[in-house]
């Protein structure tokens, strides 16, 4: 962390006159059905989902910065976006899902809002004591193939090709994705992933959602997959629907913003219609 520290106090003084801008859209969760598939991109990582009237964010980040909290400020990159909605625009979260610690998808001021005793949090091995666990109804690790149950949801965590680590020393943290079973419905979110064939076979009975990520692969390609990778992989997880997340959002490596996105469609095809929620704040339903 402290080596990190002089390379963060400089990209933060650097960034400290860039606005953030607005969304485009601005998602109704409040007009959702409670039967369904609901689905809305806040931004980076976190989506909010809503499936058969079961409320569940991902990875939620709604800091100003992804970083190290020192104080009253954090050392980190700054959005781009802000989210598409503010903490207090979200509906109850009956479930918050976390795929790894890294700081730009384990926030911890913005999980000590989401704190309720109507939350159950599902997360990786070794990554709980990060979290006030006595705030939340219930807090569960889950590793590589393990299932644990949440009200109406089976979640099921899967190997991805990613690490761990908050910071250098603790390498022992999980990281996962997960499979997410409610009714008759069946998501899978990625977390973070280089590529991996490990999405292979898993939606045998069918994914209707595979939420992926398609940034920060310029030149991290041994952490971030690509969105041609991206793209394949949900093919091989049978997902019908493709929602992209990881972009837009942050500057984390060196691609141009709307590349992966432009590069996503472009491997997609025929097949773009499949592709979801291009830009943050958008929504979409399958009922």
Same mark, same amino acid.
């Given at each position: 962390m402290y080596q990190a520290a002089p390379r963060l106090l400089r990209q933060y003084t650097n960034e400290l006159k860039r606005s953030v801008a607005d969304p485009k859209h601005v998602p109704q969760p409040l007009r959702w059905a409670d039967k369904g598939l609901f689905a809305a991109w806040l931004g980076h990582s976190t989506t909010l989902l809503k499936i058969d009237g079961f409320t569940i964010l991902t990875d939620p980040v709604f800091s100003v910065r992804a970083g190290i909290h020192l104080g009253p400020i954090t050392l980190g990159v700054k959005r781009l976006v802000a989210p598409a909605l503010r903490l207090d625009e979200l509906p109850p979260i009956d479930l918050v899902l976390l795929s790894h610690a890294h700081m730009d998808h384990f926030d911890i001021p913005s999980l000590r809002r989401l704190e309720s005793p109507e939350t159950s949090v599902v997360t990786a091995r070794r990554t709980s004591d990060l979290l006030h666990v006595g705030q939340f109804r219930s807090v569960q690790e889950a590793g590589w193939g393990e299932e644990v149950r949440v009200g109406p949801a089976t979640i099921r965590a899967i190997e991805v090709n990613h690490w761990g680590a908050r910071f250098r020393t603790d390498t022992y943290r999980g990281y996962n994705g997960y499979i997410i079973? %409610?009714? #008759?419905?069946?998501?899978?979110?990625?977390?973070?992933?280089?590529?991996?064939?490990?999405?292979?076979? %898993?939606?045998?009975?069918? %994914?209707?959602? #595979? /939420?992926?990520? @398609?940034?920060?692969?310029? !030149? *991290?390609? +041994?952490?971030?997959?690509? !969105?041609?990778? #991206? *793209?394949?992989?949900?093919?091989?997880?049978?997902?019908?629907?493709?929602? !992209?997340?990881?972009?837009?959002?942050?500057?984390?490596? +060196?691609? !141009?913003? @709307?590349?992966?996105?432009? +590069?996503?469609?472009? #491997?997609?095809?025929?097949?773009?219609?499949? /592709?979801?929620?291009?830009? @943050?704040g958008q929504e979409f339903s399958l009922t």
């Open positions: 079973e %409610i009714g #008759a419905y069946r998501v899978l979110f990625g977390g973070d992933t280089a590529d991996t064939d490990k999405f292979r076979g %898993i939606g045998r009975s069918g %994914i209707h959602l #595979a /939420i992926l990520p @398609i940034g920060a692969y310029d !030149p *991290w390609t +041994r952490f971030h997959c690509t !969105p041609e990778q #991206a *793209w394949r992989m949900a093919g091989e997880a049978n997902a019908d629907l493709f929602l !992209p997340v990881h972009h837009q959002t942050f500057l984390l490596s +060196r691609e !141009p913003v @709307i590349e992966p996105m432009e +590069r996503l469609c472009a #491997a997609a095809g025929s097949g773009s219609d499949r /592709i979801v929620l291009r830009e @943050i």
